[in-house]
């Protein structure tokens, strides 16, 4: 309202002579109401009680001549409201064709997508609701005086019982008008939040999928959807407030003017006076009510809405696309500049473990048994460190910890110093790749799909990861990096080594492989695994196969919620379960 309203006042002040015109059209309204109530109260009393039926027919006549005579009196204000609506439209067009020029100027090559439908279907609702508003209000207001006139002449002791029900609806309504408005802009702003956030989560697909970050994209749109829930309701707790001012202001007068008859009699109000004001309840005040009530609750809030974004001085984000967006989890910003943009990888020290777990409990579901228990852990800078231990026991819920992907319930996970918890996708692309068990491809060339992390990689970088990984043979029958790699046409061990050859090329130090080479044969996962440890910095594996293992600088065992670490060898003089691991993958290898 403070932002429309200058305009408003503005725009009216310098219309006073149609509005002077429709307030003298309005009055006739006022004088057709009052007619009709009058009319049929007289035709009641001097007429049909007093016995003399012609004089009850004639003032039936002119309350009947009253309402045919309301027809050129709503041509009139018909006529009157086009001085206002019309300016109004050719305002508006001549501001959303001023702002789409100004940012045009001012945003060389980026015009205003937004201005068509400010031109078109913004400037038409803003058109349609207020001539809509002007007709409701203004009808209300003289409606109302003429029956308050008629209901006074007739008696005035019937305005006791109408007039306080009345007053309080109104009041009452009046009162929701500032929080139903706040409601419906909160209720507006988390359905487009929403909306945004799916239109961005579609388009952003395949980054989603590719740093797996799908369960943080999954939980801001739960939340999303929770806000928009939580603002639909508060906007029907105020939409039940509304309709309860609706029934006191309506209904509430009828019911106490039947119930106050007998007291209306006693004080000698006369039929025809009780069926007059009858007449001017259900007749013109009860309808130009709810008239009133249903125009201002949906036509003056998007009125305002819709206005608010002609006046104000940057649009609406969703009006324009042109608001700077929350990058999406897993996604720095649009594609072409989000992974090179990514803020560079902290110089790695010599003291700073690579990755240090402190007390960390973590498990699925409030109620649930933890699934690491005040589990410690820290990881050299450079080390190769490999992670064992039965189906189901926590290696791949230890991975996403230290991918900042999965909070922990308690204690904390730092990767190169820096605590993961709360940090951007962003960030923690820079500190970290996780390659999971599902090699994601996507439709495009070789090199694209192996520059996903590093777009900026040189053509001699990504041909030696290529070599390192033992991947040259599938570029090669693929027809090179710059030939289209189509998904279908992988086998899930070629999808693996490409996603392998991109984690190499990556400028992240820490390398999280979780069984992320399951579907490659023995020597092929060797090779691979001997490339990424040779590579500046941490390699962190879940073993697939036990040779994964012993090829690792350290091992560490995960048993329940306590876990076991050190060499190959030494492990296999403490720890049993280490013993059992490896004598089953002896006896399944012979
Ligand atoms: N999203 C989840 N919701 C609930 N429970 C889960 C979830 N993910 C894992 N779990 C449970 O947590 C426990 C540890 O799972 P996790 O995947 O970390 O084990 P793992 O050692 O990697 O198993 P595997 O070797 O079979 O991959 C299991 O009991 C698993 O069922």
């Known amino acids: 309202m403070r932002r429309v309203g200058p305009s408003a006042r503005r725009f009216l002040a310098g219309r006073k002579t149609v509005l002077v015109r429709l307030a003298g059209w309005s009055l006739a309204e006022s004088a057709q109401t009052f007619v009709v109530g009058y009319g049929v109260a007289q035709a009641v009393d001097r007429g049909f009680l007093a016995g003399d039926t012609l004089t009850g027919l004639g003032w039936l006549g002119v309350a009947a001549c009253a309402v045919v005579l309301g027809a050129p009196v709503v041509r009139g204000v018909f006529a009157q409201l086009a001085g206002l609506t019309e300016p109004l439209r050719d305002g508006l067009v001549r501001r959303a064709v001023d702002q789409s020029m100004a940012r045009a100027l001012s945003r060389p090559g980026g015009g205003d997508r937004a201005?068509?439908?400010?031109?078109?279907?913004?400037?038409?609702?803003?058109?349609?609701?207020?001539?809509?508003?002007?007709?409701?209000?203004?009808?209300?207001?003289?409606?109302?005086?003429?029956?308050?006139?008629?209901?006074?002449?007739?008696?005035?002791?019937?305005?006791v019982v109408v007039l306080p029900p009345l007053a309080g609806g109104l009041a009452l309504f009046l009162a929701t008008l500032?929080?139903?408005?706040?409601?419906?802009?909160?209720?507006?702003?988390?359905?487009?939040?929403?909306?945004?956030h799916v239109t961005r989560t579609r388009g952003a697909l395949r980054d989603l999928t590719a740093?797996?970050?799908?369960?943080?994209?999954?939980?801001?749109?739960?939340?999303?959807?929770?806000?928009a829930a939580a603002a639909s309701r508060v906007l029907a707790r105020w939409a039940a407030v509304r309709t309860l001012a609706l029934g006191v202001s309506g209904q509430l007068p009828v019911l106490l003017l039947l119930v106050a008859v007998p007291w209306l009699r006693d004080r000698g109000v006369t039929t025809g006076a009780l069926l007059g004001a009858f007449t001017y309840l259900a007749q013109a005040l009860l309808p130009a009510l709810h008239t009133l009530m249903t125009a201002i609750g949906a036509a003056g809030t998007r009125l305002l809405v819709v206005l608010d974004r002609f006046t104000a001085p940057q649009a609406h984000p969703s009006v324009t696309g042109a608001a700077p967006r929350t990058p999406l989890p897993g996604r720095a910003g649009p594609p072409q500049q989000g992974r090179s943009s990514l803020p560079p990888a902290p110089p790695p020290s010599r003291q700073v473990p690579a990755v240090e777990l402190s007390a960390v409990t973590a498990g699925y579901g409030a109620r649930t048994e933890p699934v690491l228990d005040a589990l410690d852990l820290r990881v050299?800078?450079?080390?190769?460190?490999?992670?064992?231990?039965?189906?189901?026991?926590?290696?791949?819920t230890l991975t996403r910890l230290v991918a900042g992907m999965f909070a922990p319930r308690s204690g904390v996970v730092r990767v190169n110093g820096r605590t993961v918890a709360g940090r951007s996708a962003a960030e923690l692309a820079a500190l970290r790749v996780l390659v999971p068990q599902q090699a994601y491809v996507f439709t495009g060339s070789v090199r694209d799909n192996l520059a996903y992390l590093r777009p900026d990689a040189s053509a001699a970088d990504v041909e030696a990861a290529v070599r390192d990984l033992g991947a040259a043979p599938l570029v090669e029958r693929l027809g090179g990096l710059d030939a289209p790699l189509r998904p279908d046409d992988l086998s899930q061990g070629e999808r693996q080594l490409i996603v392998l050859a991109r984690a190499h090329l990556s400028t992240a130090r820490l390398l999280l492989l979780d069984e992320a080479t399951c579907h490659l044969d023995a020597a092929s996962e060797a090779r691979a695994e001997a490339a990424l440890a040779r590579r500046p910095g941490t390699l962190l594996v879940v073993a697939h196969r036990m040779s994964s293992a012993v090829r690792a600088d350290r091992i560490l065992v995960l048993d329940g919620v306590r876990a076991a670490h050190g060499t190959h060898r030494e492990l296999l003089e403490r720890s049993p379960l280490y013993r059992d691991l490896v004598g089953h993958w002896s006896r399944t290898r012979a």
């Open 178 to 196: 500032r929080p139903m408005a706040a409601a419906q802009r909160r209720a507006l702003t988390a359905d487009e939040a929403l909306g945004d």
């Open 115 to 159: 201005a068509v439908s400010r031109l078109t279907n913004q400037v038409e609702i803003v058109r349609d609701s207020f001539a809509g508003l002007v007709l409701t209000v203004r009808s209300f207001v003289f409606t109302a005086a003429g029956a308050l006139v008629g209901l006074f002449s007739l008696d005035p002791a019937l305005l």
């Open 380 to 396: 050299e800078e450079g080390e190769h460190l490999a992670v064992v231990g039965p189906s189901g026991i926590g290696k791949s």
């Open 211 to 227: 740093c797996g970050t799908q369960p943080e994209a999954a939980r801001s749109g739960a939340r999303l959807v929770a806000d």
